[in-house]
């Protein structure tokens, strides 16, 4: 079968999908302040829906799956989906987690054939994390990533650890020195992602912070950072220091974006197909599913979506004044 590709060439081989449109925290750059509506239950794909969205497309390419939320371990049968997913011959198993409910169940996932694990992160400070959570569980993340380091997940190995912190001015960008300070004592990478708009967030460019300026402000305390070959598709930019254990990453979908090495779909909780994460555009496979699509006929409308994806997003004032999804229903 040909390549998942779009009109200017890029062959979609990663797929995102999202568990679940519930979380345990209320980040500020995620979840509007008054939460957002819940999607009914029945409106969200079931773990045989996930499987088959998965499998079809998995069929037509993809070697990779990242499983999101909301928060993705507050679906109680979270593992069973790794498991599933994990049967599928995939290169890579992966989950972004806010890591409150993975120390217990990293075991499973672990056995399930997880392969990469992030580990969401924006403070190293108690009270800072309150702020940007609204709620606690500082000492619980940082018992999750011991444990996650403990059981053999690292950069470079067979299973990889990350750490994403959302840089937000006048809340944490003093503190990109002590994280890259992670890096240096722990074999992960630590990424700095700018922060983006979306609906309900209260985007404001006043916060935020560049990568230019986030490296900068590591360079000053830890000394030059040494840029690696990250590949086409990366969406971080990496980069290390001698004697480092590991490495920190820039997500700059603001000030520097990757979109012409994008090779990644996404597919929200309730099922809906987003060929990019700013596009408003969006095809329900989970209507497509009821309605008896099988596998070719999935694969199909994952064509023609891609047919109209444009070439990169637009600016971040546009964004910003354009409608979409709020960030805890799409999945990072």
Not at 13 to 40: D, F, I, S
Request: aromatic share 4%.
């Amino acid at each position: 079968m040909t390549a998942l590709a779009d009109a200017f060439g890029r062959r979609h081989t990663t797929l995102r999908l999202g568990l679940t449109e519930r979380c345990n925290l209320r980040c500020v750059y995620c979840m509007p302040a008054q939460g957002v509506p819940l999607t009914p239950t029945r409106a969200m794909l079931a773990t045989d829906e996930i499987e088959a969205v998965a499998r079809a497309l998995v069929g037509a390419g993809v070697d990779k799956v990242r499983l999101t939320g909301g928060e993705p371990l507050v679906r109680k049968d979270a593992v069973e989906v790794a498991e599933r997913l994990g049967r599928l011959g995939l290169r890579s198993l992966a989950m972004t987690t806010n890591g409150l409910l993975l120390e217990d169940r990293l075991p499973a996932l672990r056995a399930a054939g997880l392969t990469d694990l992030t580990v969401s992160l924006d403070t190293l400070r108690a009270d800072r994390f309150h702020r940007v959570t609204r709620r606690d569980g500082l000492g619980t993340v940082l018992g999750a990533l011991a444990a996650a380091l403990e059981a053999g997940y690292a950069i470079d190995g067979p299973r990889s650890l990350k750490v994403n912190v959302v840089a937000l001015r006048g809340v944490n960008e003093d503190e990109a020195a002590d994280f890259a300070a992670l890096s240096v004592r722990e074999p992960v990478e630590v990424r700095f992602i700018e922060v983006m708009p979306f609906d309900g967030n209260g985007w404001d460019r006043a916060a935020l912070v560049p990568m230019a300026e986030t490296r900068a402000a590591i360079e000053a305390v830890h000394g030059p950072l040494v840029p690696r070959d990250d590949g086409p598709h990366a969406t971080a930019r990496t980069f290390n220091r001698p004697g480092w254990r590991g490495r920190v990453g820039f997500v700059a979908s603001m000030t520097a974006p990757f979109c012409a090495g994008c090779n990644r779909l996404r597919v929200t909780a309730d099922g809906a197909l987003k060929v990019c994460l700013f596009g408003a555009r969006e095809v329900s496979l989970r209507d497509a599913l009821r309605a008896g699509a099988t596998d070719a006929d999935v694969v199909a409308l994952v064509r023609r979506a891609l047919a109209g994806k444009a070439r990169a997003h637009a600016g971040m004032d546009v964004l910003a004044a354009t409608g979409n999804r709020p960030m805890i229903t799409i999945g990072g």
